[in-house]
């Protein structure tokens, strides 16, 4: 199947600090996500993109569509404890119905 | 509120055991899928549902097999369960009018296969 490249796979930061992970791929994707689970849950829709150089926020929380449809990046800024968890970035290829295509996901850890 | 349930959160079963994941949703989806979720990998797609007793294969259907014979209702089935899909398995329910094809989770069901 298809493949995106998400990094880094974990961070360990300091309560404060800002955050930054993305996703690549060497397909043109229509649609990007940005998930994140807490632990013991299911992953929960934080930020959807559908157009190419789209930035979006959602609080702390930055997303942008890269201009080349290929990738996508997530920053979080002065994170706090809560914001432990594993994010995942998603992709879809088509419209409609086609599946969506989740990276590998980044672990993230904050020190308070 | 939106709500996908799963039948448990925590399985355990014996290599060769039929097993029987179950995912219910409320929110009369069309969409609905089965993934795992194993460390390093992500999730992948095991099968997915666009109706009523339609069904395509994810990525990695081998060893499993799917029911949708109600549309808020998608079952997952390892007819065989062998120590390689012990996992974490996640159910999620989409609607196609959505704008970002949204998925919705349940909270997984960790199975343990001895």
């Known amino acids: 199947g298809q493949q995106l490249n998400q990094s880094p796979q974990s961070m360990f930061i300091q309560e404060g600090e800002d955050v930054s992970m993305n996703c690549t791929s060497s397909s043109i994707f229509n649609t990007w996500l940005w998930y994140k689970q807490e632990p013991g849950e299911g992953p929960v829709l934080l930020i959807a993109?559908?157009?190419?150089?789209e930035l979006t926020s959602n609080g702390r929380l930055t997303a942008q569509f890269g201009i080349t449809r290929k990738d996508s990046f997530l920053n979080i800024s002065a994170s706090i404890p809560s914001d432990v968890g594993i994010y995942f970035c998603?992709?879809?290829?088509?419209?409609?119905?086609?599946?969506?295509?989740f990276g590998k996901g980044t672990r993230l850890s904050v020190i308070a | 509120d939106v709500k996908v349930t799963q039948s448990s959160r925590y399985l355990v079963k014996r290599t060769g055991e039929k097993v029987f994941l179950e995912c219910v949703q409320d929110?009369?989806?069309?969409?609905m899928f089965w993934y795992r979720q194993d460390p390093g990998l992500g999730l992948r797609l095991i099968y997915f549902?666009?109706?009523?007793?339609?069904?395509e294969k994810g990525d990695i259907p081998e060893g499993y097999s799917v029911s949708r014979e109600k549309k808020e209702r998608f079952s997952l089935i390892l007819e065989s369960a062998s120590t390689n899909q012990t996992s974490m398995y996640l159910c999620?329910?989409?609607?196609?009018?959505?704008?970002?094809?949204?998925?919705?989770f349940g909270p997984g069901t960790r199975l343990t296969v001895l």
């Open positions: 999620a329910s989409s609607s196609p009018g959505s704008s970002y094809n949204e998925q919705f």
């Open positions: 929110m009369d989806h069309e969409n």
């Open positions: 998603a992709g879809q290829l088509g419209s409609g119905n086609t599946p969506l295509v």
């Open positions: 549902s666009y109706d009523v007793k339609m069904k």
């Open positions: 993109l559908y157009k190419a150089g």
